[in-house]
Antibody, heavy 120, light 106 residues
């Protein structure tokens, strides 16, 4: 069974940093592209960043470019999101998502999310 | 960036009804279109990819169509568990973009 378990969320002050993790199991992690998608309270889905299976292709939403860094450790079956210079508008539930087999940008399976609250 | 526009934003229907949700892309995306269902407090669930192919385990009451810029999601014989928010997603190019969602209410 595919499992994606996000962690690392919490309350952080504006301007500070936070690192999210996503532990993957139930599939061959290094066969799949992975993504982070966020959802602000009572809002829609916003794609944040994506990374190919071998980290050869990395992309970001303009809203986070230069502040967030996506990475993965295939040996540890883990995906990460380093978030720096956090802003109030970054407050959201952050989902880790697995791409479809053979696809870079097709989102398929999602974790349950980790909540990031940005407030002083 | 490719803008995805869903309509309607919300929709009221009854058990047993058939409903259609529309998603329009600001430029052609071939058939690189997926649909997701999200229930309150839950993660999105993939329903359809390649505009019309059902994900494994998704009931055939869900169907998708379209190509280029105009796409539809149709749900037939609505049941209580189908009342949720539905999103389209284009995967033609980065940045990945979603429609704003359609809330399907009883």
């Amino acid at each position: 069974e595919v499992q994606l378990v996000e962690s690392g969320g919490g309350l952080v002050q504006p301007g500070r940093s936070l690192r999210l993790s996503c532990a993957a199991s139930g599939f061959t992690f290094d066969d799949y592209a992975m993504h982070w998608v966020r959802q602000a309270p009572d809002k829609g889905l916003e794609w944040v960043a994506g990374i190919s299976w071998n980290s050869g292709t990395i992309a970001y939403a303009d809203s986070v470019k230069g502040r967030f860094t996506i990475s993965r450790d295939n040996a540890k079956n883990s995906l990460y999101l380093q978030m720096n210079s956090l802003r109030a508008e970054d407050m959201a539930l952050y989902y880790c998502a697995k791409a479809g087999r053979g696809w870079l940008r097709l989102l398929h399976y999602w974790g349950q999310g980790t909540l990031v609250t940005v407030s002083s | 960036d490719i803008q995805m526009t869903q309509s309607p934003s919300s929709l009221s229907a009854s058990v047993g009804d058939r409903v259609t949700i529309t998603c329009r892309a600001s430029q052609g995306i071939s058939n690189y279109l997926a649909w997701f269902q999200q229930k309150p407090g839950k993660a999105p669930k993939s329903l359809i990819y390649a505009a019309s192919i059902l994900q494994s385990g998704v009931p055939s009451k869900f169907s998708g169509s379209g190509s280029g810029t105009d796409f539809t999601l149709t749900i037939s014989s609505l049941q209580p568990e189908d009342f949720a928010t539905y999103y389209c997603q284009q995967y033609n190019s980065f940045p990945i973009t979603f429609g704003q969602g359609t809330r399907l209410e009883i």
